[in-house]
């Protein structure tokens, strides 16, 4: 049974979410502020976070930050916030996905089932990837980059094999969404997948300026630019 912490203060919002992920077998902890979550997440092991951008005592951003210094755990952030900026800030600081209030049941359903599957996605396969000085061992889900371990949330994971598993060939950037996304809804756009690829530059690259892994193709998309060697 997969564990989920809640961190929204419109309590009935936050009886609504309860009572449906309840009802799909989920167990919730549920939390009303920053500090409340805070201190839930450090007492508990959860799969994944759901949390509201505007809180009582701060914002889902600040605690965004502190998961992120210690986990990969997937983060959704739910707000009413829907500008660009704002889903851009949440995605940069560490969030995998983002709904706007007001949201239908099947998509938010979707979307947590979504970034369960891809967090625990991943370790089956036993296979190590190397590129340069990136390897990935599958197996563990485990990323180093000259031989230190690189903390990738569980979306620039998936993106990271999705690039990897076709070295040096131009994929679009629908067709990137389409891997990505692992479904027929489309809930990510460009932006998005610009803002995820911007992260693993960050990680990964010598100079995130100038990417020599995963190198954008103006106009057309993006490829993995070194060879990768499979064991």
Avoid: H
């Amino acid at each position: 049974m997969s564990r989920l912490l809640l961190v929204e203060d419109d309590e009935s919002l936050a009886m609504g979410i309860e009572f449906t992920l309840k009802d799909e077998g989920y167990e919730l902890k549920r939390a009303s502020t920053l500090e409340e979550g805070r201190l839930l997440f450090d007492r508990g092991q959860f799969d994944l976070v759901v949390l509201d951008i505007n809180l009582p005592d701060g914002s889902g951003y600040e605690l965004c930050k502190y998961i992120r210094k210690r986990s990969s755990i997937p983060i959704m952030f739910l707000t009413a916030l829907d500008e660009e900026v704002n889903i851009v800030l949440g995605l940069e600081i560490g969030g995998d996905d983002y709904i706007t209030k007001p949201f239908g049941v099947r998509e938010f359903l979707s979307r947590v089932k979504a970034l369960i599957r891809r967090s625990a996605g991943g370790s089956n396969s036993g296979n190590r990837l190397k590129s340069g000085s990136v390897e990935v061992d599958t197996s563990a889900a485990l990323v180093k980059k000259s031989g230190l371990q690189v903390g990738l949330t569980a979306q620039e994971y998936r993106l990271l094999l999705i690039f990897m598993c076709k070295p040096n060939t131009l994929m679009k950037r629908d067709e990137i969404l389409k891997e990505l996304i692992d479904g027929p809804e489309v809930f990510f756009d460009e932006n998005t997948l610009a803002v995820y690829i911007k992260r693993i530059r960050e990680k990964l690259e010598d100079n995130p300026r100038e990417p020599q892994y995963i190198v954008t193709m103006r106009g057309m998309g993006y490829l993995w630019n070194k060879p990768v060697v499979k064991e």
